[in-house]
């Protein structure tokens, strides 16, 4: 019975600190994820985005896994959509 109580006692701090890690990295890197993912799916033609390389473009096609965006300049080039940072202020 004594070893048990060991077990447990020296196993407690163990996971004292995976929940402290899961609540203050795990859980709002992946809640990040989402909200990354889900504004991908709602960009639309005429949305302007920044890219991950700090380009400010316009999408003037969304495909499958790209978007065709305008640049400034008025050249047009794919982007793929895992290089969408964020929306455009």
């Known amino acids: 019975m004594g070893e ?5 006692s020296s ?3 163990l996971v004292a600190l995976f929940a402290i890690f899961y609540f203050l990295i795990i859980r709002p ?7 990354h993912k889900q504004m991908l799916a709602d960009l639309k ?11 400010i ?4 096609k969304v ?4 978007f065709t965006v305008k640049n400034v300049d ?3 080039m794919k982007l793929a959509k895992e290089f969408v940072a964020r929306l455009a202020e």
């Not at 048990?4 to 447990?8: E, Q, V």
């Not at 890197?29 to 909200?35: G, R, V």
């Not at 495909?63 to 790209?66: D, G, K, L, P």
């Open 29 to 35: 890197q992946q809640k990040q994820a989402k909200e």
């Open 57 to 60: 473009v316009e999408i003037t």
């Open 45 to 55: 033609k005429g949305d302007k985005i920044v890219t991950n390389g700090g380009l």
């Open 4 to 8: 048990s109580g060991d077990l447990i």
């Open 74 to 76: 008025g050249s047009e």
């Open 63 to 66: 495909e499958e896994t790209f």
């Open 11 to 13: 196993l407690l701090p």
